[in-house]
């Protein structure tokens, strides 16, 4: 009792330093838990050729729709300067105007997307191919073609996508072959999602989710500080169907390519457009699906192709090396994931089973 009164200045004090602080703490539980009155606004629409989706979040909504512009100008942007479906993109210029043994100029962005392309593959002894073009144009899956090319023909393609004929210097490209083109399709639905992100980081949103393509970029969070939590399309379940759930925090890009994208059949087989550069033939070795977590969207869409032309093994066994989280779903409908995204992904689907090894 005397140390009571002895101390009770003290005590006082540290009563109310500690009601304060206990206040303080509550309040932020409070506003983090609502969200501090953030809104959401989700837009869908078509560019670069693909389903566009973008749920964003924002304690001023007025921010929702210019957000929603800035990226819709962001991807016409990049459209226009890397897509070979655009006949006046930077891109199809080089393609139609290079000279062999020339150096054809190209912008930073262009020789950037390049460069990592060309290391993987490299990495992959061939089975990413960023000049694949030639043998894509042959098969027209995405043009709505449904035949077996001609076998000469497909040979001299193959020869035409050999990446080693292509060389990077200063500030343009090097062909050595007159009849390559190159095609960023297997790269650009991750790239715009850098794009995008670098444009969000300049807005005072607090977080987004756009989904472009296969590849889905997670940007910030809804107000909550937790975690988002994003769907894989299932590869045999109908558009927007889901198989599986990761959980990535703000600054990740999940992209998948899948055999179910655009494809058509013949005599009960499946032909779809991610093509192994050596046989000229769509990739055929038991996969229907991978998807790649990463942080840099480029390097997660380039993956998720390569490793589906590489197989589960081999694939496996590469997304590994690069220290990607990766999911690859086989035709048995057997799952496969990295040990480092185990912890982060969930079935969603009775039709599916994950190999543990
Ligand atoms: P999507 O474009 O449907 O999201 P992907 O990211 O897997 O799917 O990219 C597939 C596209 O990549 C094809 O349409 C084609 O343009 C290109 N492509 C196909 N096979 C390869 C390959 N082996 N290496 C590099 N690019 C490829
Ligand atoms: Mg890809």
Redo the contacts with the bound molecule.
């Keep these: 009792m005397r140390f009571i009164a002895r101390h009770r200045k003290v005590l006082k004090r540290t009563i109310a330093v500690v009601c304060i602080l206990l206040f303080c703490y509550f309040a932020f539980l409070t506003i983090r838990g609502n969200g501090g009155n953030v809104k959401s606004q989700v837009y869908s629409g078509i560019a670069m050729g693909t389903a566009v989706k973008k749920t964003i979040y924002a304690k001023d909504t007025t921010l929702l729709n210019q957000v929603d512009t800035l990226i819709d100008d962001t991807l016409k942007e990049f459209e226009n300067q890397t897509s070979v479906r655009v006949k006046d993109s930077e891109l199809s210029k080089i393609n139609r105007t290079y000279v062999v043994g020339g150096i054809t100029k190209a912008s930073d962005n262009i020789l950037d997307y390049l460069a990592l392309e060309l290391q993987i593959w490299r990495e992959t002894e061939g ?4 000049c ?1 073009y030639p043998i ?1 144009a042959l098969w027209g899956i ?1 043009d709505g073609a449904e035949k077996i090319p001609d076998d000469t023909e497909l040979q001299k393609r193959i020869l035409a996508s050999d990446a080693n004929n292509i060389e990077l210097v200063e500030d343009g490209i090097v062909f050595n072959d007159a009849d390559m083109s190159i ?1 960023l ?2 790269v ?2 991750g790239a715009a999602c850098d794009l995008v992100r670098e444009q969000l980081v300049q807005t005072d949103i607090q977080g987004a989710v756009i989904s472009i ?3 889905i970029l997670a940007y910030g969070d809804k107000g909550d500080g937790k975690d988002w939590h994003i769907g894989i399309q299932d590869p045999r379940g109908k558009t927007g169907d889901v198989f599986g759930i990761v959980d990535t925090d703000g600054n990740m890009v999940v ?1 998948t ?1 899948g055999d179910y ?2 494809y058509f059949e013949l005599d009960e087989k499946r032909y779809h ?5 050596i046989t000229g033939y769509p990739a055929d070795n038991g996969l229907i699906s991978v998807s790649v977590v990463c942080e840099s969207g480029i390097l997660s ?1 380039a993956l ?3 490793c ?2 590489l197989g589960l093994e081999e694939g496996m066994k590469y997304a590994e090396e690069k220290g990607v989280g990766a999911v690859f779903v086989t035709s048995d409908k057997e799952v496969y994931v990295t040990k480092n995204l185990k912890k982060k992904f969930r079935l969603q689907s009775d039709d599916y089973t994950i190999v543990k090894r």
């Design positions: 089975a990413f191919s960023p694949i894509t995405e095609d399709g297997a650009g639905k393509g296969g590849s992209s390519s994208e655009k457009h991610i093509i192994n550069p869409d998720s192709t390569a589906f032309v």
